[in-house]
């Protein structure tokens, strides 16, 4: 049983950034972040695989948001770049010791961490 710890949200300008962290408990893990915004469905935003190799971006992500790891540390990072108004949300950070991907089939999830952003 894995613990997932958020942390980093807070209040933003539009345009500003922003990094949000996340650890494990454990090792070996695909991790991946996701975000839902109130009266939304949670969608992933991106995922990256146990290496750190691999990385997938939401479409409205791409350019601007950065997925990265830490293996050695077991934590996760998610830099926020240009963030836009429509980036205001909860964040979550999730892992699986198998699925690689933005769907919800993640094993294991944290509590979120909001961002918000504001003019």
């Known amino acids: 049983q894995a613990q997932v710890v958020e942390s980093g949200g807070g209040l933003v300008q539009e345009g500003g950034s922003l990094r949000l962290s996340c650890t494990t408990s454990?090792?070996?893990?695909?991790m991946a972040w996701f975000r839902q915004a109130p009266g939304k469905e949670r969608e992933g935003v991106a995922s990256?695989?146990?290496?750190?190799?691999?990385?997938i971006y939401a479409d409205d992500v791409k350019g601007r948001f950065a997925i990265s790891r830490d293996v050695a540390e077991n934590t996760l990072y998610l830099q926020m770049d240009s963030l836009k108004l429509e980036d205001t949300a909860m964040y979550y950070c999730?892992?699986?010791?198998?699925?690689?991907?933005?769907?919800?089939?993640?094993?294991?999830w944290g509590q979120g961490t909001q961002v918000t952003v504001s003019l």
């Open positions: 999730a892992a699986d010791r198998l699925y690689y991907g933005l769907n919800r089939l993640y094993t294991y």
């Open positions: 454990g090792v070996g893990y695909v």
């Open positions: 990256i695989s146990r290496s750190g190799d691999g990385e």
